[in-house]
Nanobody
Framework: QVQLVESGGGLVQPGGSLRLSCAAS????????MSWYRQAPGKERESVAL????????NYADSVKGRFTISRDNAKNTVYLQMNSLKPEDTAVYYC?????????WGQGTQVTVSS
């Protein structure tokens, strides 16, 4: 079965950096686009970044452009989210996502808290 396991979240000061990882299994990782979403308390889940199966195309939410970078290692079945210049408004639970055969799959999420 499809499994997505996020890691790398934590508490960081404003202006700091974190790198999230998502280890995938149960499907042909190299054939799937992968995405990161986030959900802040009291808000809807929103798309943060997307990367195509080969990594040749990426897309970002306007709020994170120039600060976040999505990447993938198809040999390791892992997708990453490098987050720089973090702001308090980046505080959220971050989720890894993929879609296969029309079904969306989610990881359990990893908490990112940006606070001084």
């Amino acid at each position: 079965q499809v499994q997505l396991v996020e890691s790398g979240g934590g508490l960081v000061q404003p202006g700091g950096s974190l790198r999230l990882s998502c280890a995938a299994s149960g499907f042909t990782f190299s054939s799937n686009a992968m995405s990161w979403y986030r959900q802040a308390p009291g808000k809807e889940r929103e798309s943060v970044a997307l990367i195509t199966s080969t990594g040749g195309y990426t897309n970002y939410a306007d709020s994170v452009k120039g600060r976040f970078t999505i990447s993938r290692d198809n040999a390791k079945n892992t997708v990453y989210l490098q987050m720089n210049s973090l702001k308090p408004e980046d505080t959220a639970v971050y989720y890894c996502n993929t879609r296969t055969r029309g079904v969306h799959y989610w990881g359990q999420g990893t908490q990112v808290t940006v606070s001084s």
